[in-house]
């Protein structure tokens, strides 16, 4: 069970490098937009986080509820504004995706 943990923990990292990784190649160009590998990404980044959580809870470790909560809050947000921005093509939405999920990065690392 421990070896899955870690698993959903590196393809968590991927769906966080690929949303962030696209994100700032992106900013590159002139016209950003919001693509399907950002929407595919988030999905990415929910279901390995419910993993990470059923994965904690199976081995009786200690899990942060109102951490998990916001994560969960804002990595749902996440996937809502690209899957909006990716059907209106939208700037808001590209740089709402960006700024989302630098927060649940935030909340990741920096709470404890």
């Given at each position: ?16 490098a690929a949303i962030m990784g696209g ?60 899957l909006v921005g990716m059907r209106n ?24």
């Amino acid at each position: 069970m421990e070896t899955l943990r870690y698993v959903l923990l590196v393809f968590h990292l991927f769906g966080f490098a690929a949303i962030m990784g696209g994100l700032f190649y992106q900013l590159r160009g002139k016209d950003p937009v919001t693509g399907g590998y950002m929407v595919s990404s988030a999905v990415v980044q929910l279901v390995t986080g419910a993993g990470l959580i059923w994965t904690r809870a199976t081995l009786d470790l200690p899990i942060p509820h109102a951490k998990m909560g916001v994560k969960l809050a804002l990595d749902v947000l996440v996937a809502v504004v690209a899957l909006v921005g990716m059907r209106n093509k939208q700037a808001w939405a590209f740089y709402g995706v960006g700024v989302l999920t630098a927060a649940a990065t935030v909340v990741a690392v920096a709470w404890k």
